[in-house]
């Protein structure tokens, strides 16, 4: 499966941004897919995944801690696409957000168990 992630820009504190990750592929629909950042000089960390039943059921949704209640995931196996809505964004959301798909596995927030990862979309938030 190939990534693409876009939606990423400027934004002021307590703006929200959407991000959307196309995926091509015939299997998407039964694919594990998950968001990370990286902000500068530190390392990718996990912000939210979602797994193929997601979508109908509404559980198999997965995110950080930190993070619960101001980002949302989701997704639409029609259009091949899963998305990061962000609310309420802070300066320290400032980071380039990857999407990246996973076939197996249950630990989401792990990086290398994803098998494929788009090229990032950089989202800055200003103070």
């Known amino acids: 499966v190939q990534l693409q992630a876009s939606g990423g820009g400027l934004v002021q504190a307590g703006d929200s941004l959407r991000l959307s990750c196309a995926a091509s592929g015939r299997a998407f629909r039964y694919i594990g897919m998950g968001w990370f950042r990286q902000a500068p000089g530190k390392e990718r960390e996990f912000v939210g995944g979602i797994s193929w039943s997601g979508v109908r059921s509404g559980s198999g949704i997965y995110y950080a801690d930190s993070l619960k209640g101001r980002f949302t995931v989701s997704r639409d196996n029609a259009k091949n696409t899963v998305y990061l809505q962000m609310n309420s964004l802070k300066p320290e959301d400032t980071a380039v957000y990857y999407c990246?798909?996973?076939?197996?596995?249950?630990?989401?927030?792990?990086?290398?168990?994803?098998?494929?990862w788009g090229q990032g979309t950089l989202v800055t938030v200003s103070s």
């Open positions: 990246g798909a996973k076939a197996s596995g249950s630990r989401w927030s792990v990086a290398y168990e994803y098998d494929a």
